[in-house]
C-alpha cells in the first residue's frame, strides 16, 4: 500500500527557508518521478517542482525558479524541498505525490509565511 507522509512544514517569516521531507513507502521507490505540489486557500492545486527516479533532472514552476530545490536520496526512500527566501504568496498546503497507475498523495504539510 502506497503511503506518503509529509513534515517538515511551519510558521516562517518572509525572506526565511524550510524544508520538507516526504517519506515514502509501499512501493520501489526508486523507480518512480516524485512531485510537490501546493494548494492555497480558494486555490486549485498547482505543481511546485518534479524530480526523476535517479534524481538527474529536476522541474520547477515559474514561481519557485531560483527559490526552491527538489532531491531525493533513494537510500532513505525520501524526497525533500528546500525552500528559500520564502514569500507571502509561498503560503499554502504542500503535498508529496506520486503517479503509480493512479495518483497518490500524502495528507500535507502547511506552510505560512507570515511576518
Known amino acids: 500500500q502506497v503511503h506518503l507522509v509529509e513534515s517538515g512544514g511551519g510558521l516562517v517569516q518572509p525572506g526565511g527557508s524550510l524544508r520538507l521531507s516526504c517519506a515514502a513507502s509501499?512501493?520501489?521507490?526508486?523507480?518512480?518521478?516524485m512531485r510537490w505540489y501546493r494548494q492555497a486557500p480558494g486555490k486549485e492545486r498547482e505543481l511546485v517542482a518534479g524530480?526523476?527516479?535517479?534524481?538527474?533532472?529536476?522541474n520547477y514552476a515559474d514561481s519557485v525558479k531560483g527559490r526552491f530545490t527538489i532531491s531525493r536520496d533513494n537510500a532513505k526512500n525520501t524526497v525533500y524541498l528546500q525552500m528559500n527566501s520564502l514569500k507571502a504568496e509561498d503560503t499554502a498546503m504542500y503535498y508529496c505525490?506520486?503517479?503509480?497507475?493512479?495518483?497518490?498523495w500524502g495528507q500535507g504539510t502547511q506552510v505560512t509565511v507570515s511576518s
Open positions: 505525490n506520486v503517479l503509480r497507475v493512479v495518483d497518490y
Open positions: 509501499g512501493f520501489a521507490f526508486s523507480w518512480y518521478p
Open positions: 524530480i526523476t527516479s535517479a534524481g538527474d533532472s529536476t
